[in-house]
């Protein structure tokens, strides 16, 4: 079963954990998920400005640059540890519903 752990992704202190991921395409599915399901909560379009891979000794984490409707820029960490690697590019892809770039 998919669980969000961990914070709430403002820091890489506070990463939001995706847990139960079978793979690093369903771990990475569940990271737009999120996002989806962030902008429907805050009722509000979210864009990605830039998706960056950090590694800190033996973690891996996503941080997303989004920003929001009124302009405002803001960091969110995901820790993917737990799934990061464990995919064949040939089969990634992204959902239907995710958020785009302009």
């Given amino acids: 079963m998919l669980e969000y752990k961990g914070g709430d992704g403002q820091t890489k202190e506070t990463a939001i954990k995706i847990v139960g991921a079978e793979n690093g395409n369903k771990g990475i599915e569940a990271e737009y998920n999120y996002l989806r399901l962030f902008s429907e909560y805050l009722e509000e379009e979210i864009k990605i400005v830039r998706q ?7 973690k ?3 941080l997303f640059l989004l920003q929001f409707e ?3 820029q803001r960091d969110l960490w995901f820790d993917i ?10 089969d990634f892809h992204l959902p239907a519903d995710t958020p785009e770039n302009d």
Avoid: Q, R
Wanted: charged share 30%.
């Fill in 60 to 62: 891996s984490y996503d």
């Fill in 70 to 72: 009124d302009g405002e």
């Fill in 52 to 58: 960056t891979l950090e590694h800190d000794g033996d």
């Fill in 81 to 90: 540890t737990d799934f990061y690697g464990n995919y064949s590019i040939a």
